[in-house]
């Protein structure tokens, strides 16, 4: 076992009620920006089970390593909870200077100020490890939904379940890209990979920001001004267009299509519209007419948002389905964190 102990830390400065567990989170990170004398280089891989960091953070389990970065379950021995610590490859910050860090710093901000939402994977703070500006968010033990689609998990117990579990995903997800979309941010980079679960099918967006976050480390492979996954994407957004709100329906669509298919069948984003009925006839779930007239439009029509699609996808939630993908969502718009007070383990729901 190795102790990394070689980091200063970055916090926004408190605003909270002293006995806010964000505020505890704070003041831990706040904690060692006295004293330091510097990070110390250390490599993702460097990182492994059992090691603790910063003699908080105890690393649960193998990295699960991404182009941009990796990610891990850690547990905070203070706080007894359990957190995703994701990091950015070191190489990306590692010539650029400190403009770079407080760029990307900056860009995860967006995603601590949306607070809480039953449907939104919760950001608590950025803290520096080893150079690295390093994300921790609330931990998701269901995986991602794109593990649940390529696993084929999502597709257990009768068609009505599978059905039922489509349609709740899609709603959850739906939801929660509103809520940013109400308080002014944009996702950008909505796909399978970014929709995270629990055990039990709570379906939470993630990583909000981070898709511009991470273009301002790709050496110039993309637009300084637009982060996206090319598969999901509308042509406007891969040709660097600025980001609005219905690219992230237009995403969001290809993600439930791909739920129905079983897997992607389209290479980009911008060719899955004139693919529509192939894709279609190859599901592996048959949408409902309702449904699929939905995420049609969805890639067509701009006007669409995720009210409208909300309520055709509840309308189709018929018994013996489940329940929940009908009930309305409990926070509200105006929830923020400075509404929770004391908690032992991170929230993940109102």
């Keep these: 076992m190795e102790d990394f102990s070689m980091s200063n830390s970055l916090s926004k400065g408190s605003v909270y009620e002293s006995e806010s567990f964000f505020k505890a989170y704070q003041d831990d990170a706040a904690s060692r920006m006295a004293g330091d004398k510097g990070p110390i280089a250390i490599s993702n891989e460097q990182i492994r089970q059992g090691d603790v960091i910063l003699e908080t953070y105890r690393v649960e389990g193998d990295a699960i390593h991404g182009g941009m970065g990796s990610v891990w379950r850690v547990h905070h021995q203070s706080w007894n909870a359990g957190l995703a610590m994701k990091r950015p490859q070191p190489r990306f910050f590692a010539e650029a200077g400190e403009q770079r860090k407080a760029d990307f710093i900056a860009e995860c901000e967006h995603w601590i100020n949306l607070g809480l939402h039953p449907n939104i994977v919760s ?140 897997k992607r069948l389209w290479d980009t984003g911008a060719e899955a519209s004139a693919r529509l009925e192939d894709v279609r006839a190859a599901a592996r779930v048959a949408p409902p007419e309702d449904v699929w007239a939905l995420l049609a439009r969805c890639l067509e029509d701009r006007s669409v948002g995720f009210g409208d699609a909300e309520t055709v996808l509840k309308d189709a939630c018929r018994a013996p389905w489940t329940s929940r993908c009908r009930a309305p969502a409990p926070c509200s718009t105006s929830t923020n964190r400075a509404s929770f007070t004391a908690m032992s383990s991170p929230p993940t729901s109102c």
């Excluded at 994300?135 to 269901?142: A, L, T, V």
């Excluded at 637009?226 to 290809?254: F, H, I, N, R, S």
């Design 123 to 262: 950001c608590y703070y950025v803290r520096e490890i080893g150079g690295v500006p390093t994300i921790f968010s609330e931990w998701m033990d269901g995986g991602s939904l794109k593990d649940a689609i390529q696993s084929g998990r999502l597709y257990g117990g009768t068609d009505d379940e599978v059905q039922a579990r489509i349609l709740d995903v899609a709603i959850q997800a739906a939801r929660g890209l509103r809520y940013s979309h109400e308080n002014g941010l944009i996702h950008q980079d909505v796909k399978p990979g970014n929709i995270l679960l629990t055990g039990d099918w709570q379906a939470k967006a993630a990583d909000f920001g981070l898709a511009k976050a991470q273009s301002r480390l790709s050496d110039g492979e993309r637009p300084l001004s637009t982060g996206y996954t090319l598969a999901y994407c509308p042509k406007e957004q891969a040709g660097g267009a600025a980001a609005e709100e219905w690219m992230d329906v237009y995403a969001w669509a290809l993600t439930v299509i791909e739920m129905y298919a079983g």
